[in-house]
């Protein structure tokens, strides 16, 4: 079961919240979560990386279609998580409605009370 969370509100942040190729950390019920922004939408990610514990919303960017670490500069597919090292980094889904950015997270039933 996915629960959306607004993690953008276009009425208070405005048309363009974030900047093309920026990764901001966001922190959704104390979860935190790399927003990426390229020119083709939102990706949602776990914050850290699986190298050496880095967090993305500190300094990475998006370059190509990958997620950069800002510390060593390892690289994350933004559609897929995976790494050009061979591992892997979570993706949550993202939507773009008329009234802002979503991000959705997996919730199991009883976890909604
Ligand atoms: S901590 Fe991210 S590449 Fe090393």
Known sequence: ???WYRVYD???HGNEPQR???VRTIEIEGQKISLARTADGYYALDDKCPHAGARFGMGGY???GMLVCPVH???YDLQTGKGKQGD???R???QVKSDGVYVGLTKKWWQFW
Do not use: D, G, L, V
């Open 20 to 22: 093309i190729n920026s």
């Open 10 to 12: 276009f009425s208070k």
């Open 92 to 94: 949550y889904p993202t």
């Open 62 to 64: 998006c370059e190509h």
């Open 1 to 3: 079961m996915i629960r």
């Open 73 to 75: 500069r390892y690289k």
């Open 88 to 90: 892997f980094i979570n």
